[in-house]
Each structure stands twice: as structure tokens, then as C-alpha cells.
């Protein structure tokens, strides 16, 4: 079991960028399937990306080419670089961890171990 912690969450306008940072601390995480996922008001959560334990990447479709998720364990860190944003990007941002063989950001909100949840507003 791993504890995440997510940071980063903030306001921007229309077409700004963010990054959000997912620390993790607790067991070794080296076999795991880590990634974001995001929930809006009166939406179903939505799995954004995703990073094997290969650190092969996954998106989703809405986020394609505007968003990367990068993995790094010597910090022990997962973060998600947001380009491009659009108010369609607005919700609670969370980190999430889980064993898991096809690892897939659809996969992602699936999963039990997860952080509090860093807000993002575009306008």
C-alpha cells in the first residue's frame, strides 16, 4: 500500500498549463500501474493517464497530445504536465495506484488507493 498526497491543483484561463505533482511515500510502488483520473460536478470520474510499471504511457482521448504524465522514482514522484487547457479539463484531479496487468488510463478511477484530490478550474 502506498499513501499519495496530490499538489498543484489551481485557476487558470483557457489555453494555460498546470502541473500536477502526486507524491508518493509507503511501499515500493516499482510493480504498480499509477495514474490521474478527474471527476467534475455531476460527472462520472473520468481516467486521464496512466504509467505502467514499464512506464508505458496511456491517455484518454479528451487529453491526448495536451497532456504527459511523467513517473519519477528517484523523487518519488508521478506528475501531470496540463497544456492547452479548456474548461472542459475542470474538476478534481486525482492520483491513484493499483496492480493491475493491462495498464490503461480507463482502468484508472478503478482503483481504491488514490489521494485526496487537487482542484483544477479552467475558465
Known amino acids: 500500500h502506498v499513501q499519495l498526497v496530490e499538489s498543484g491543483g489551481d485557476s487558470v484561463q483557457a489555453g494555460g498549463s498546470l502541473r500536477l505533482s502526486c507524491a508518493i511515500s509507503?511501499?515500493?510502488?516499482?510493480?504498480?500501474?499509477m495514474g490521474w483520473f478527474r471527476q467534475a460536478p455531476g460527472k462520472e470520474r473520468e481516467g486521464v493517464a496512466s504509467i505502467s510499471k514499464d512506464d508505458v504511457p496511456t491517455y484518454a482521448s479528451s487529453v491526448m497530445g495536451r497532456f504527459t504524465i511523467f513517473k519519477d522514482t528517484n523523487k518519488n514522484r508521478l506528475d501531470l504536465q496540463m497544456d492547452s487547457l479548456n474548461p472542459e479539463d475542470t474538476g478534481v484531479y486525482y492520483c491513484?495506484?493499483?496492480?493491475?496487468?493491462?495498464?490503461?488510463?480507463?482502468?484508472?478511477?478503478?482503483?481504491?488507493?488514490r489521494g485526496q484530490g487537487t482542484q483544477v478550474t479552467v475558465s
Open positions: 509507503g511501499d515500493t510502488y516499482s510493480e504498480y500501474c
Open positions: 491513484a495506484a493499483g496492480v493491475l496487468t493491462m495498464c490503461t488510463a480507463f482502468a484508472i478511477p478503478s482503483f481504491a488507493n
